[in-house]
């Protein structure tokens, strides 16, 4: 059995899922409403980047007793441009520290544009993004990750970089 499993703040995330899920036929599921992932023998999770963390895998992935026997795949949906060999990087760092080294040296890790809309995000996030906006501003341009490149140029915007084809390598490894 294969299960597409989402943690999904503001939408993009979600809307990624329930596309893969309409192309595949695969059903998906918001990670908190997951019961029993054992019984998957395929993973697909996708999830939302936050803090360098990806939202709800860890509590979600780490509940696989055995990873061996599965087939694991992660999508993370940020911000910033997923092409940057830099934020590539820092996005496997997260996911390192946030898995078993086993279930780390086998997964399959995807990297997907979501976007923004700060008119809806609850005070704590807003609060986050304008201490991060102030702070990136003060850096040099060198020093400006791709991260820090996509806060400053997305701040108080409504954006979205949603990009269903790149879904498709994601499909083809399933299939």
């Not at 946030?98 to 995000?121: A, T």
């Not at 341009?141 to 390598?169: C, H, M, Q, S, W």
Request: contains cysteine; proline residues 1%.
């Amino acid at each position: 059995m294969k299960i597409i499993i989402y943690g999904s703040q503001y939408g993009t995330t979600k809307q990624y899922a329930q596309e893969l899920s309409k192309k595949t036929g695969i059903k998906a599921e918001k990670y908190t409403d997951i019961q029993d992932i054992n019984q998957y023998e395929t993973i697909i999770y996708l999830g939302a980047l936050y803090a360098g963390r990806v939202l709800g895998m860890k509590k979600t992935l780490n509940k696989i007793e055995d990873c061996h026997n599965k087939k694991i795949v992660i999508a993370t949906v940020g911000l910033a441009d997923p092409n940057d060999k830099g934020n590539i990087g820092r996005i496997m760092d997260g996911i390192e520290r946030q898995l078993s080294e086993d279930m780390y040296n086998q997964v399959n890790v995807y990297f997907l544009r979501g976007g923004i809309d700060y008119s809806i995000l609850n005070l704590k996030h807003k609060t986050m993004m304008a201490f991060a906006y102030k702070r990136s501003k003060r850096l040099k341009e060198k020093e400006r990750t791709a991260e820090i490149k996509a806060i400053i140029e997305t701040y108080g915007k409504k954006v979205d970089f949603i990009d269903f084809d790149k879904l498709n390598p994601i499909i083809n490894e399933i299939k």
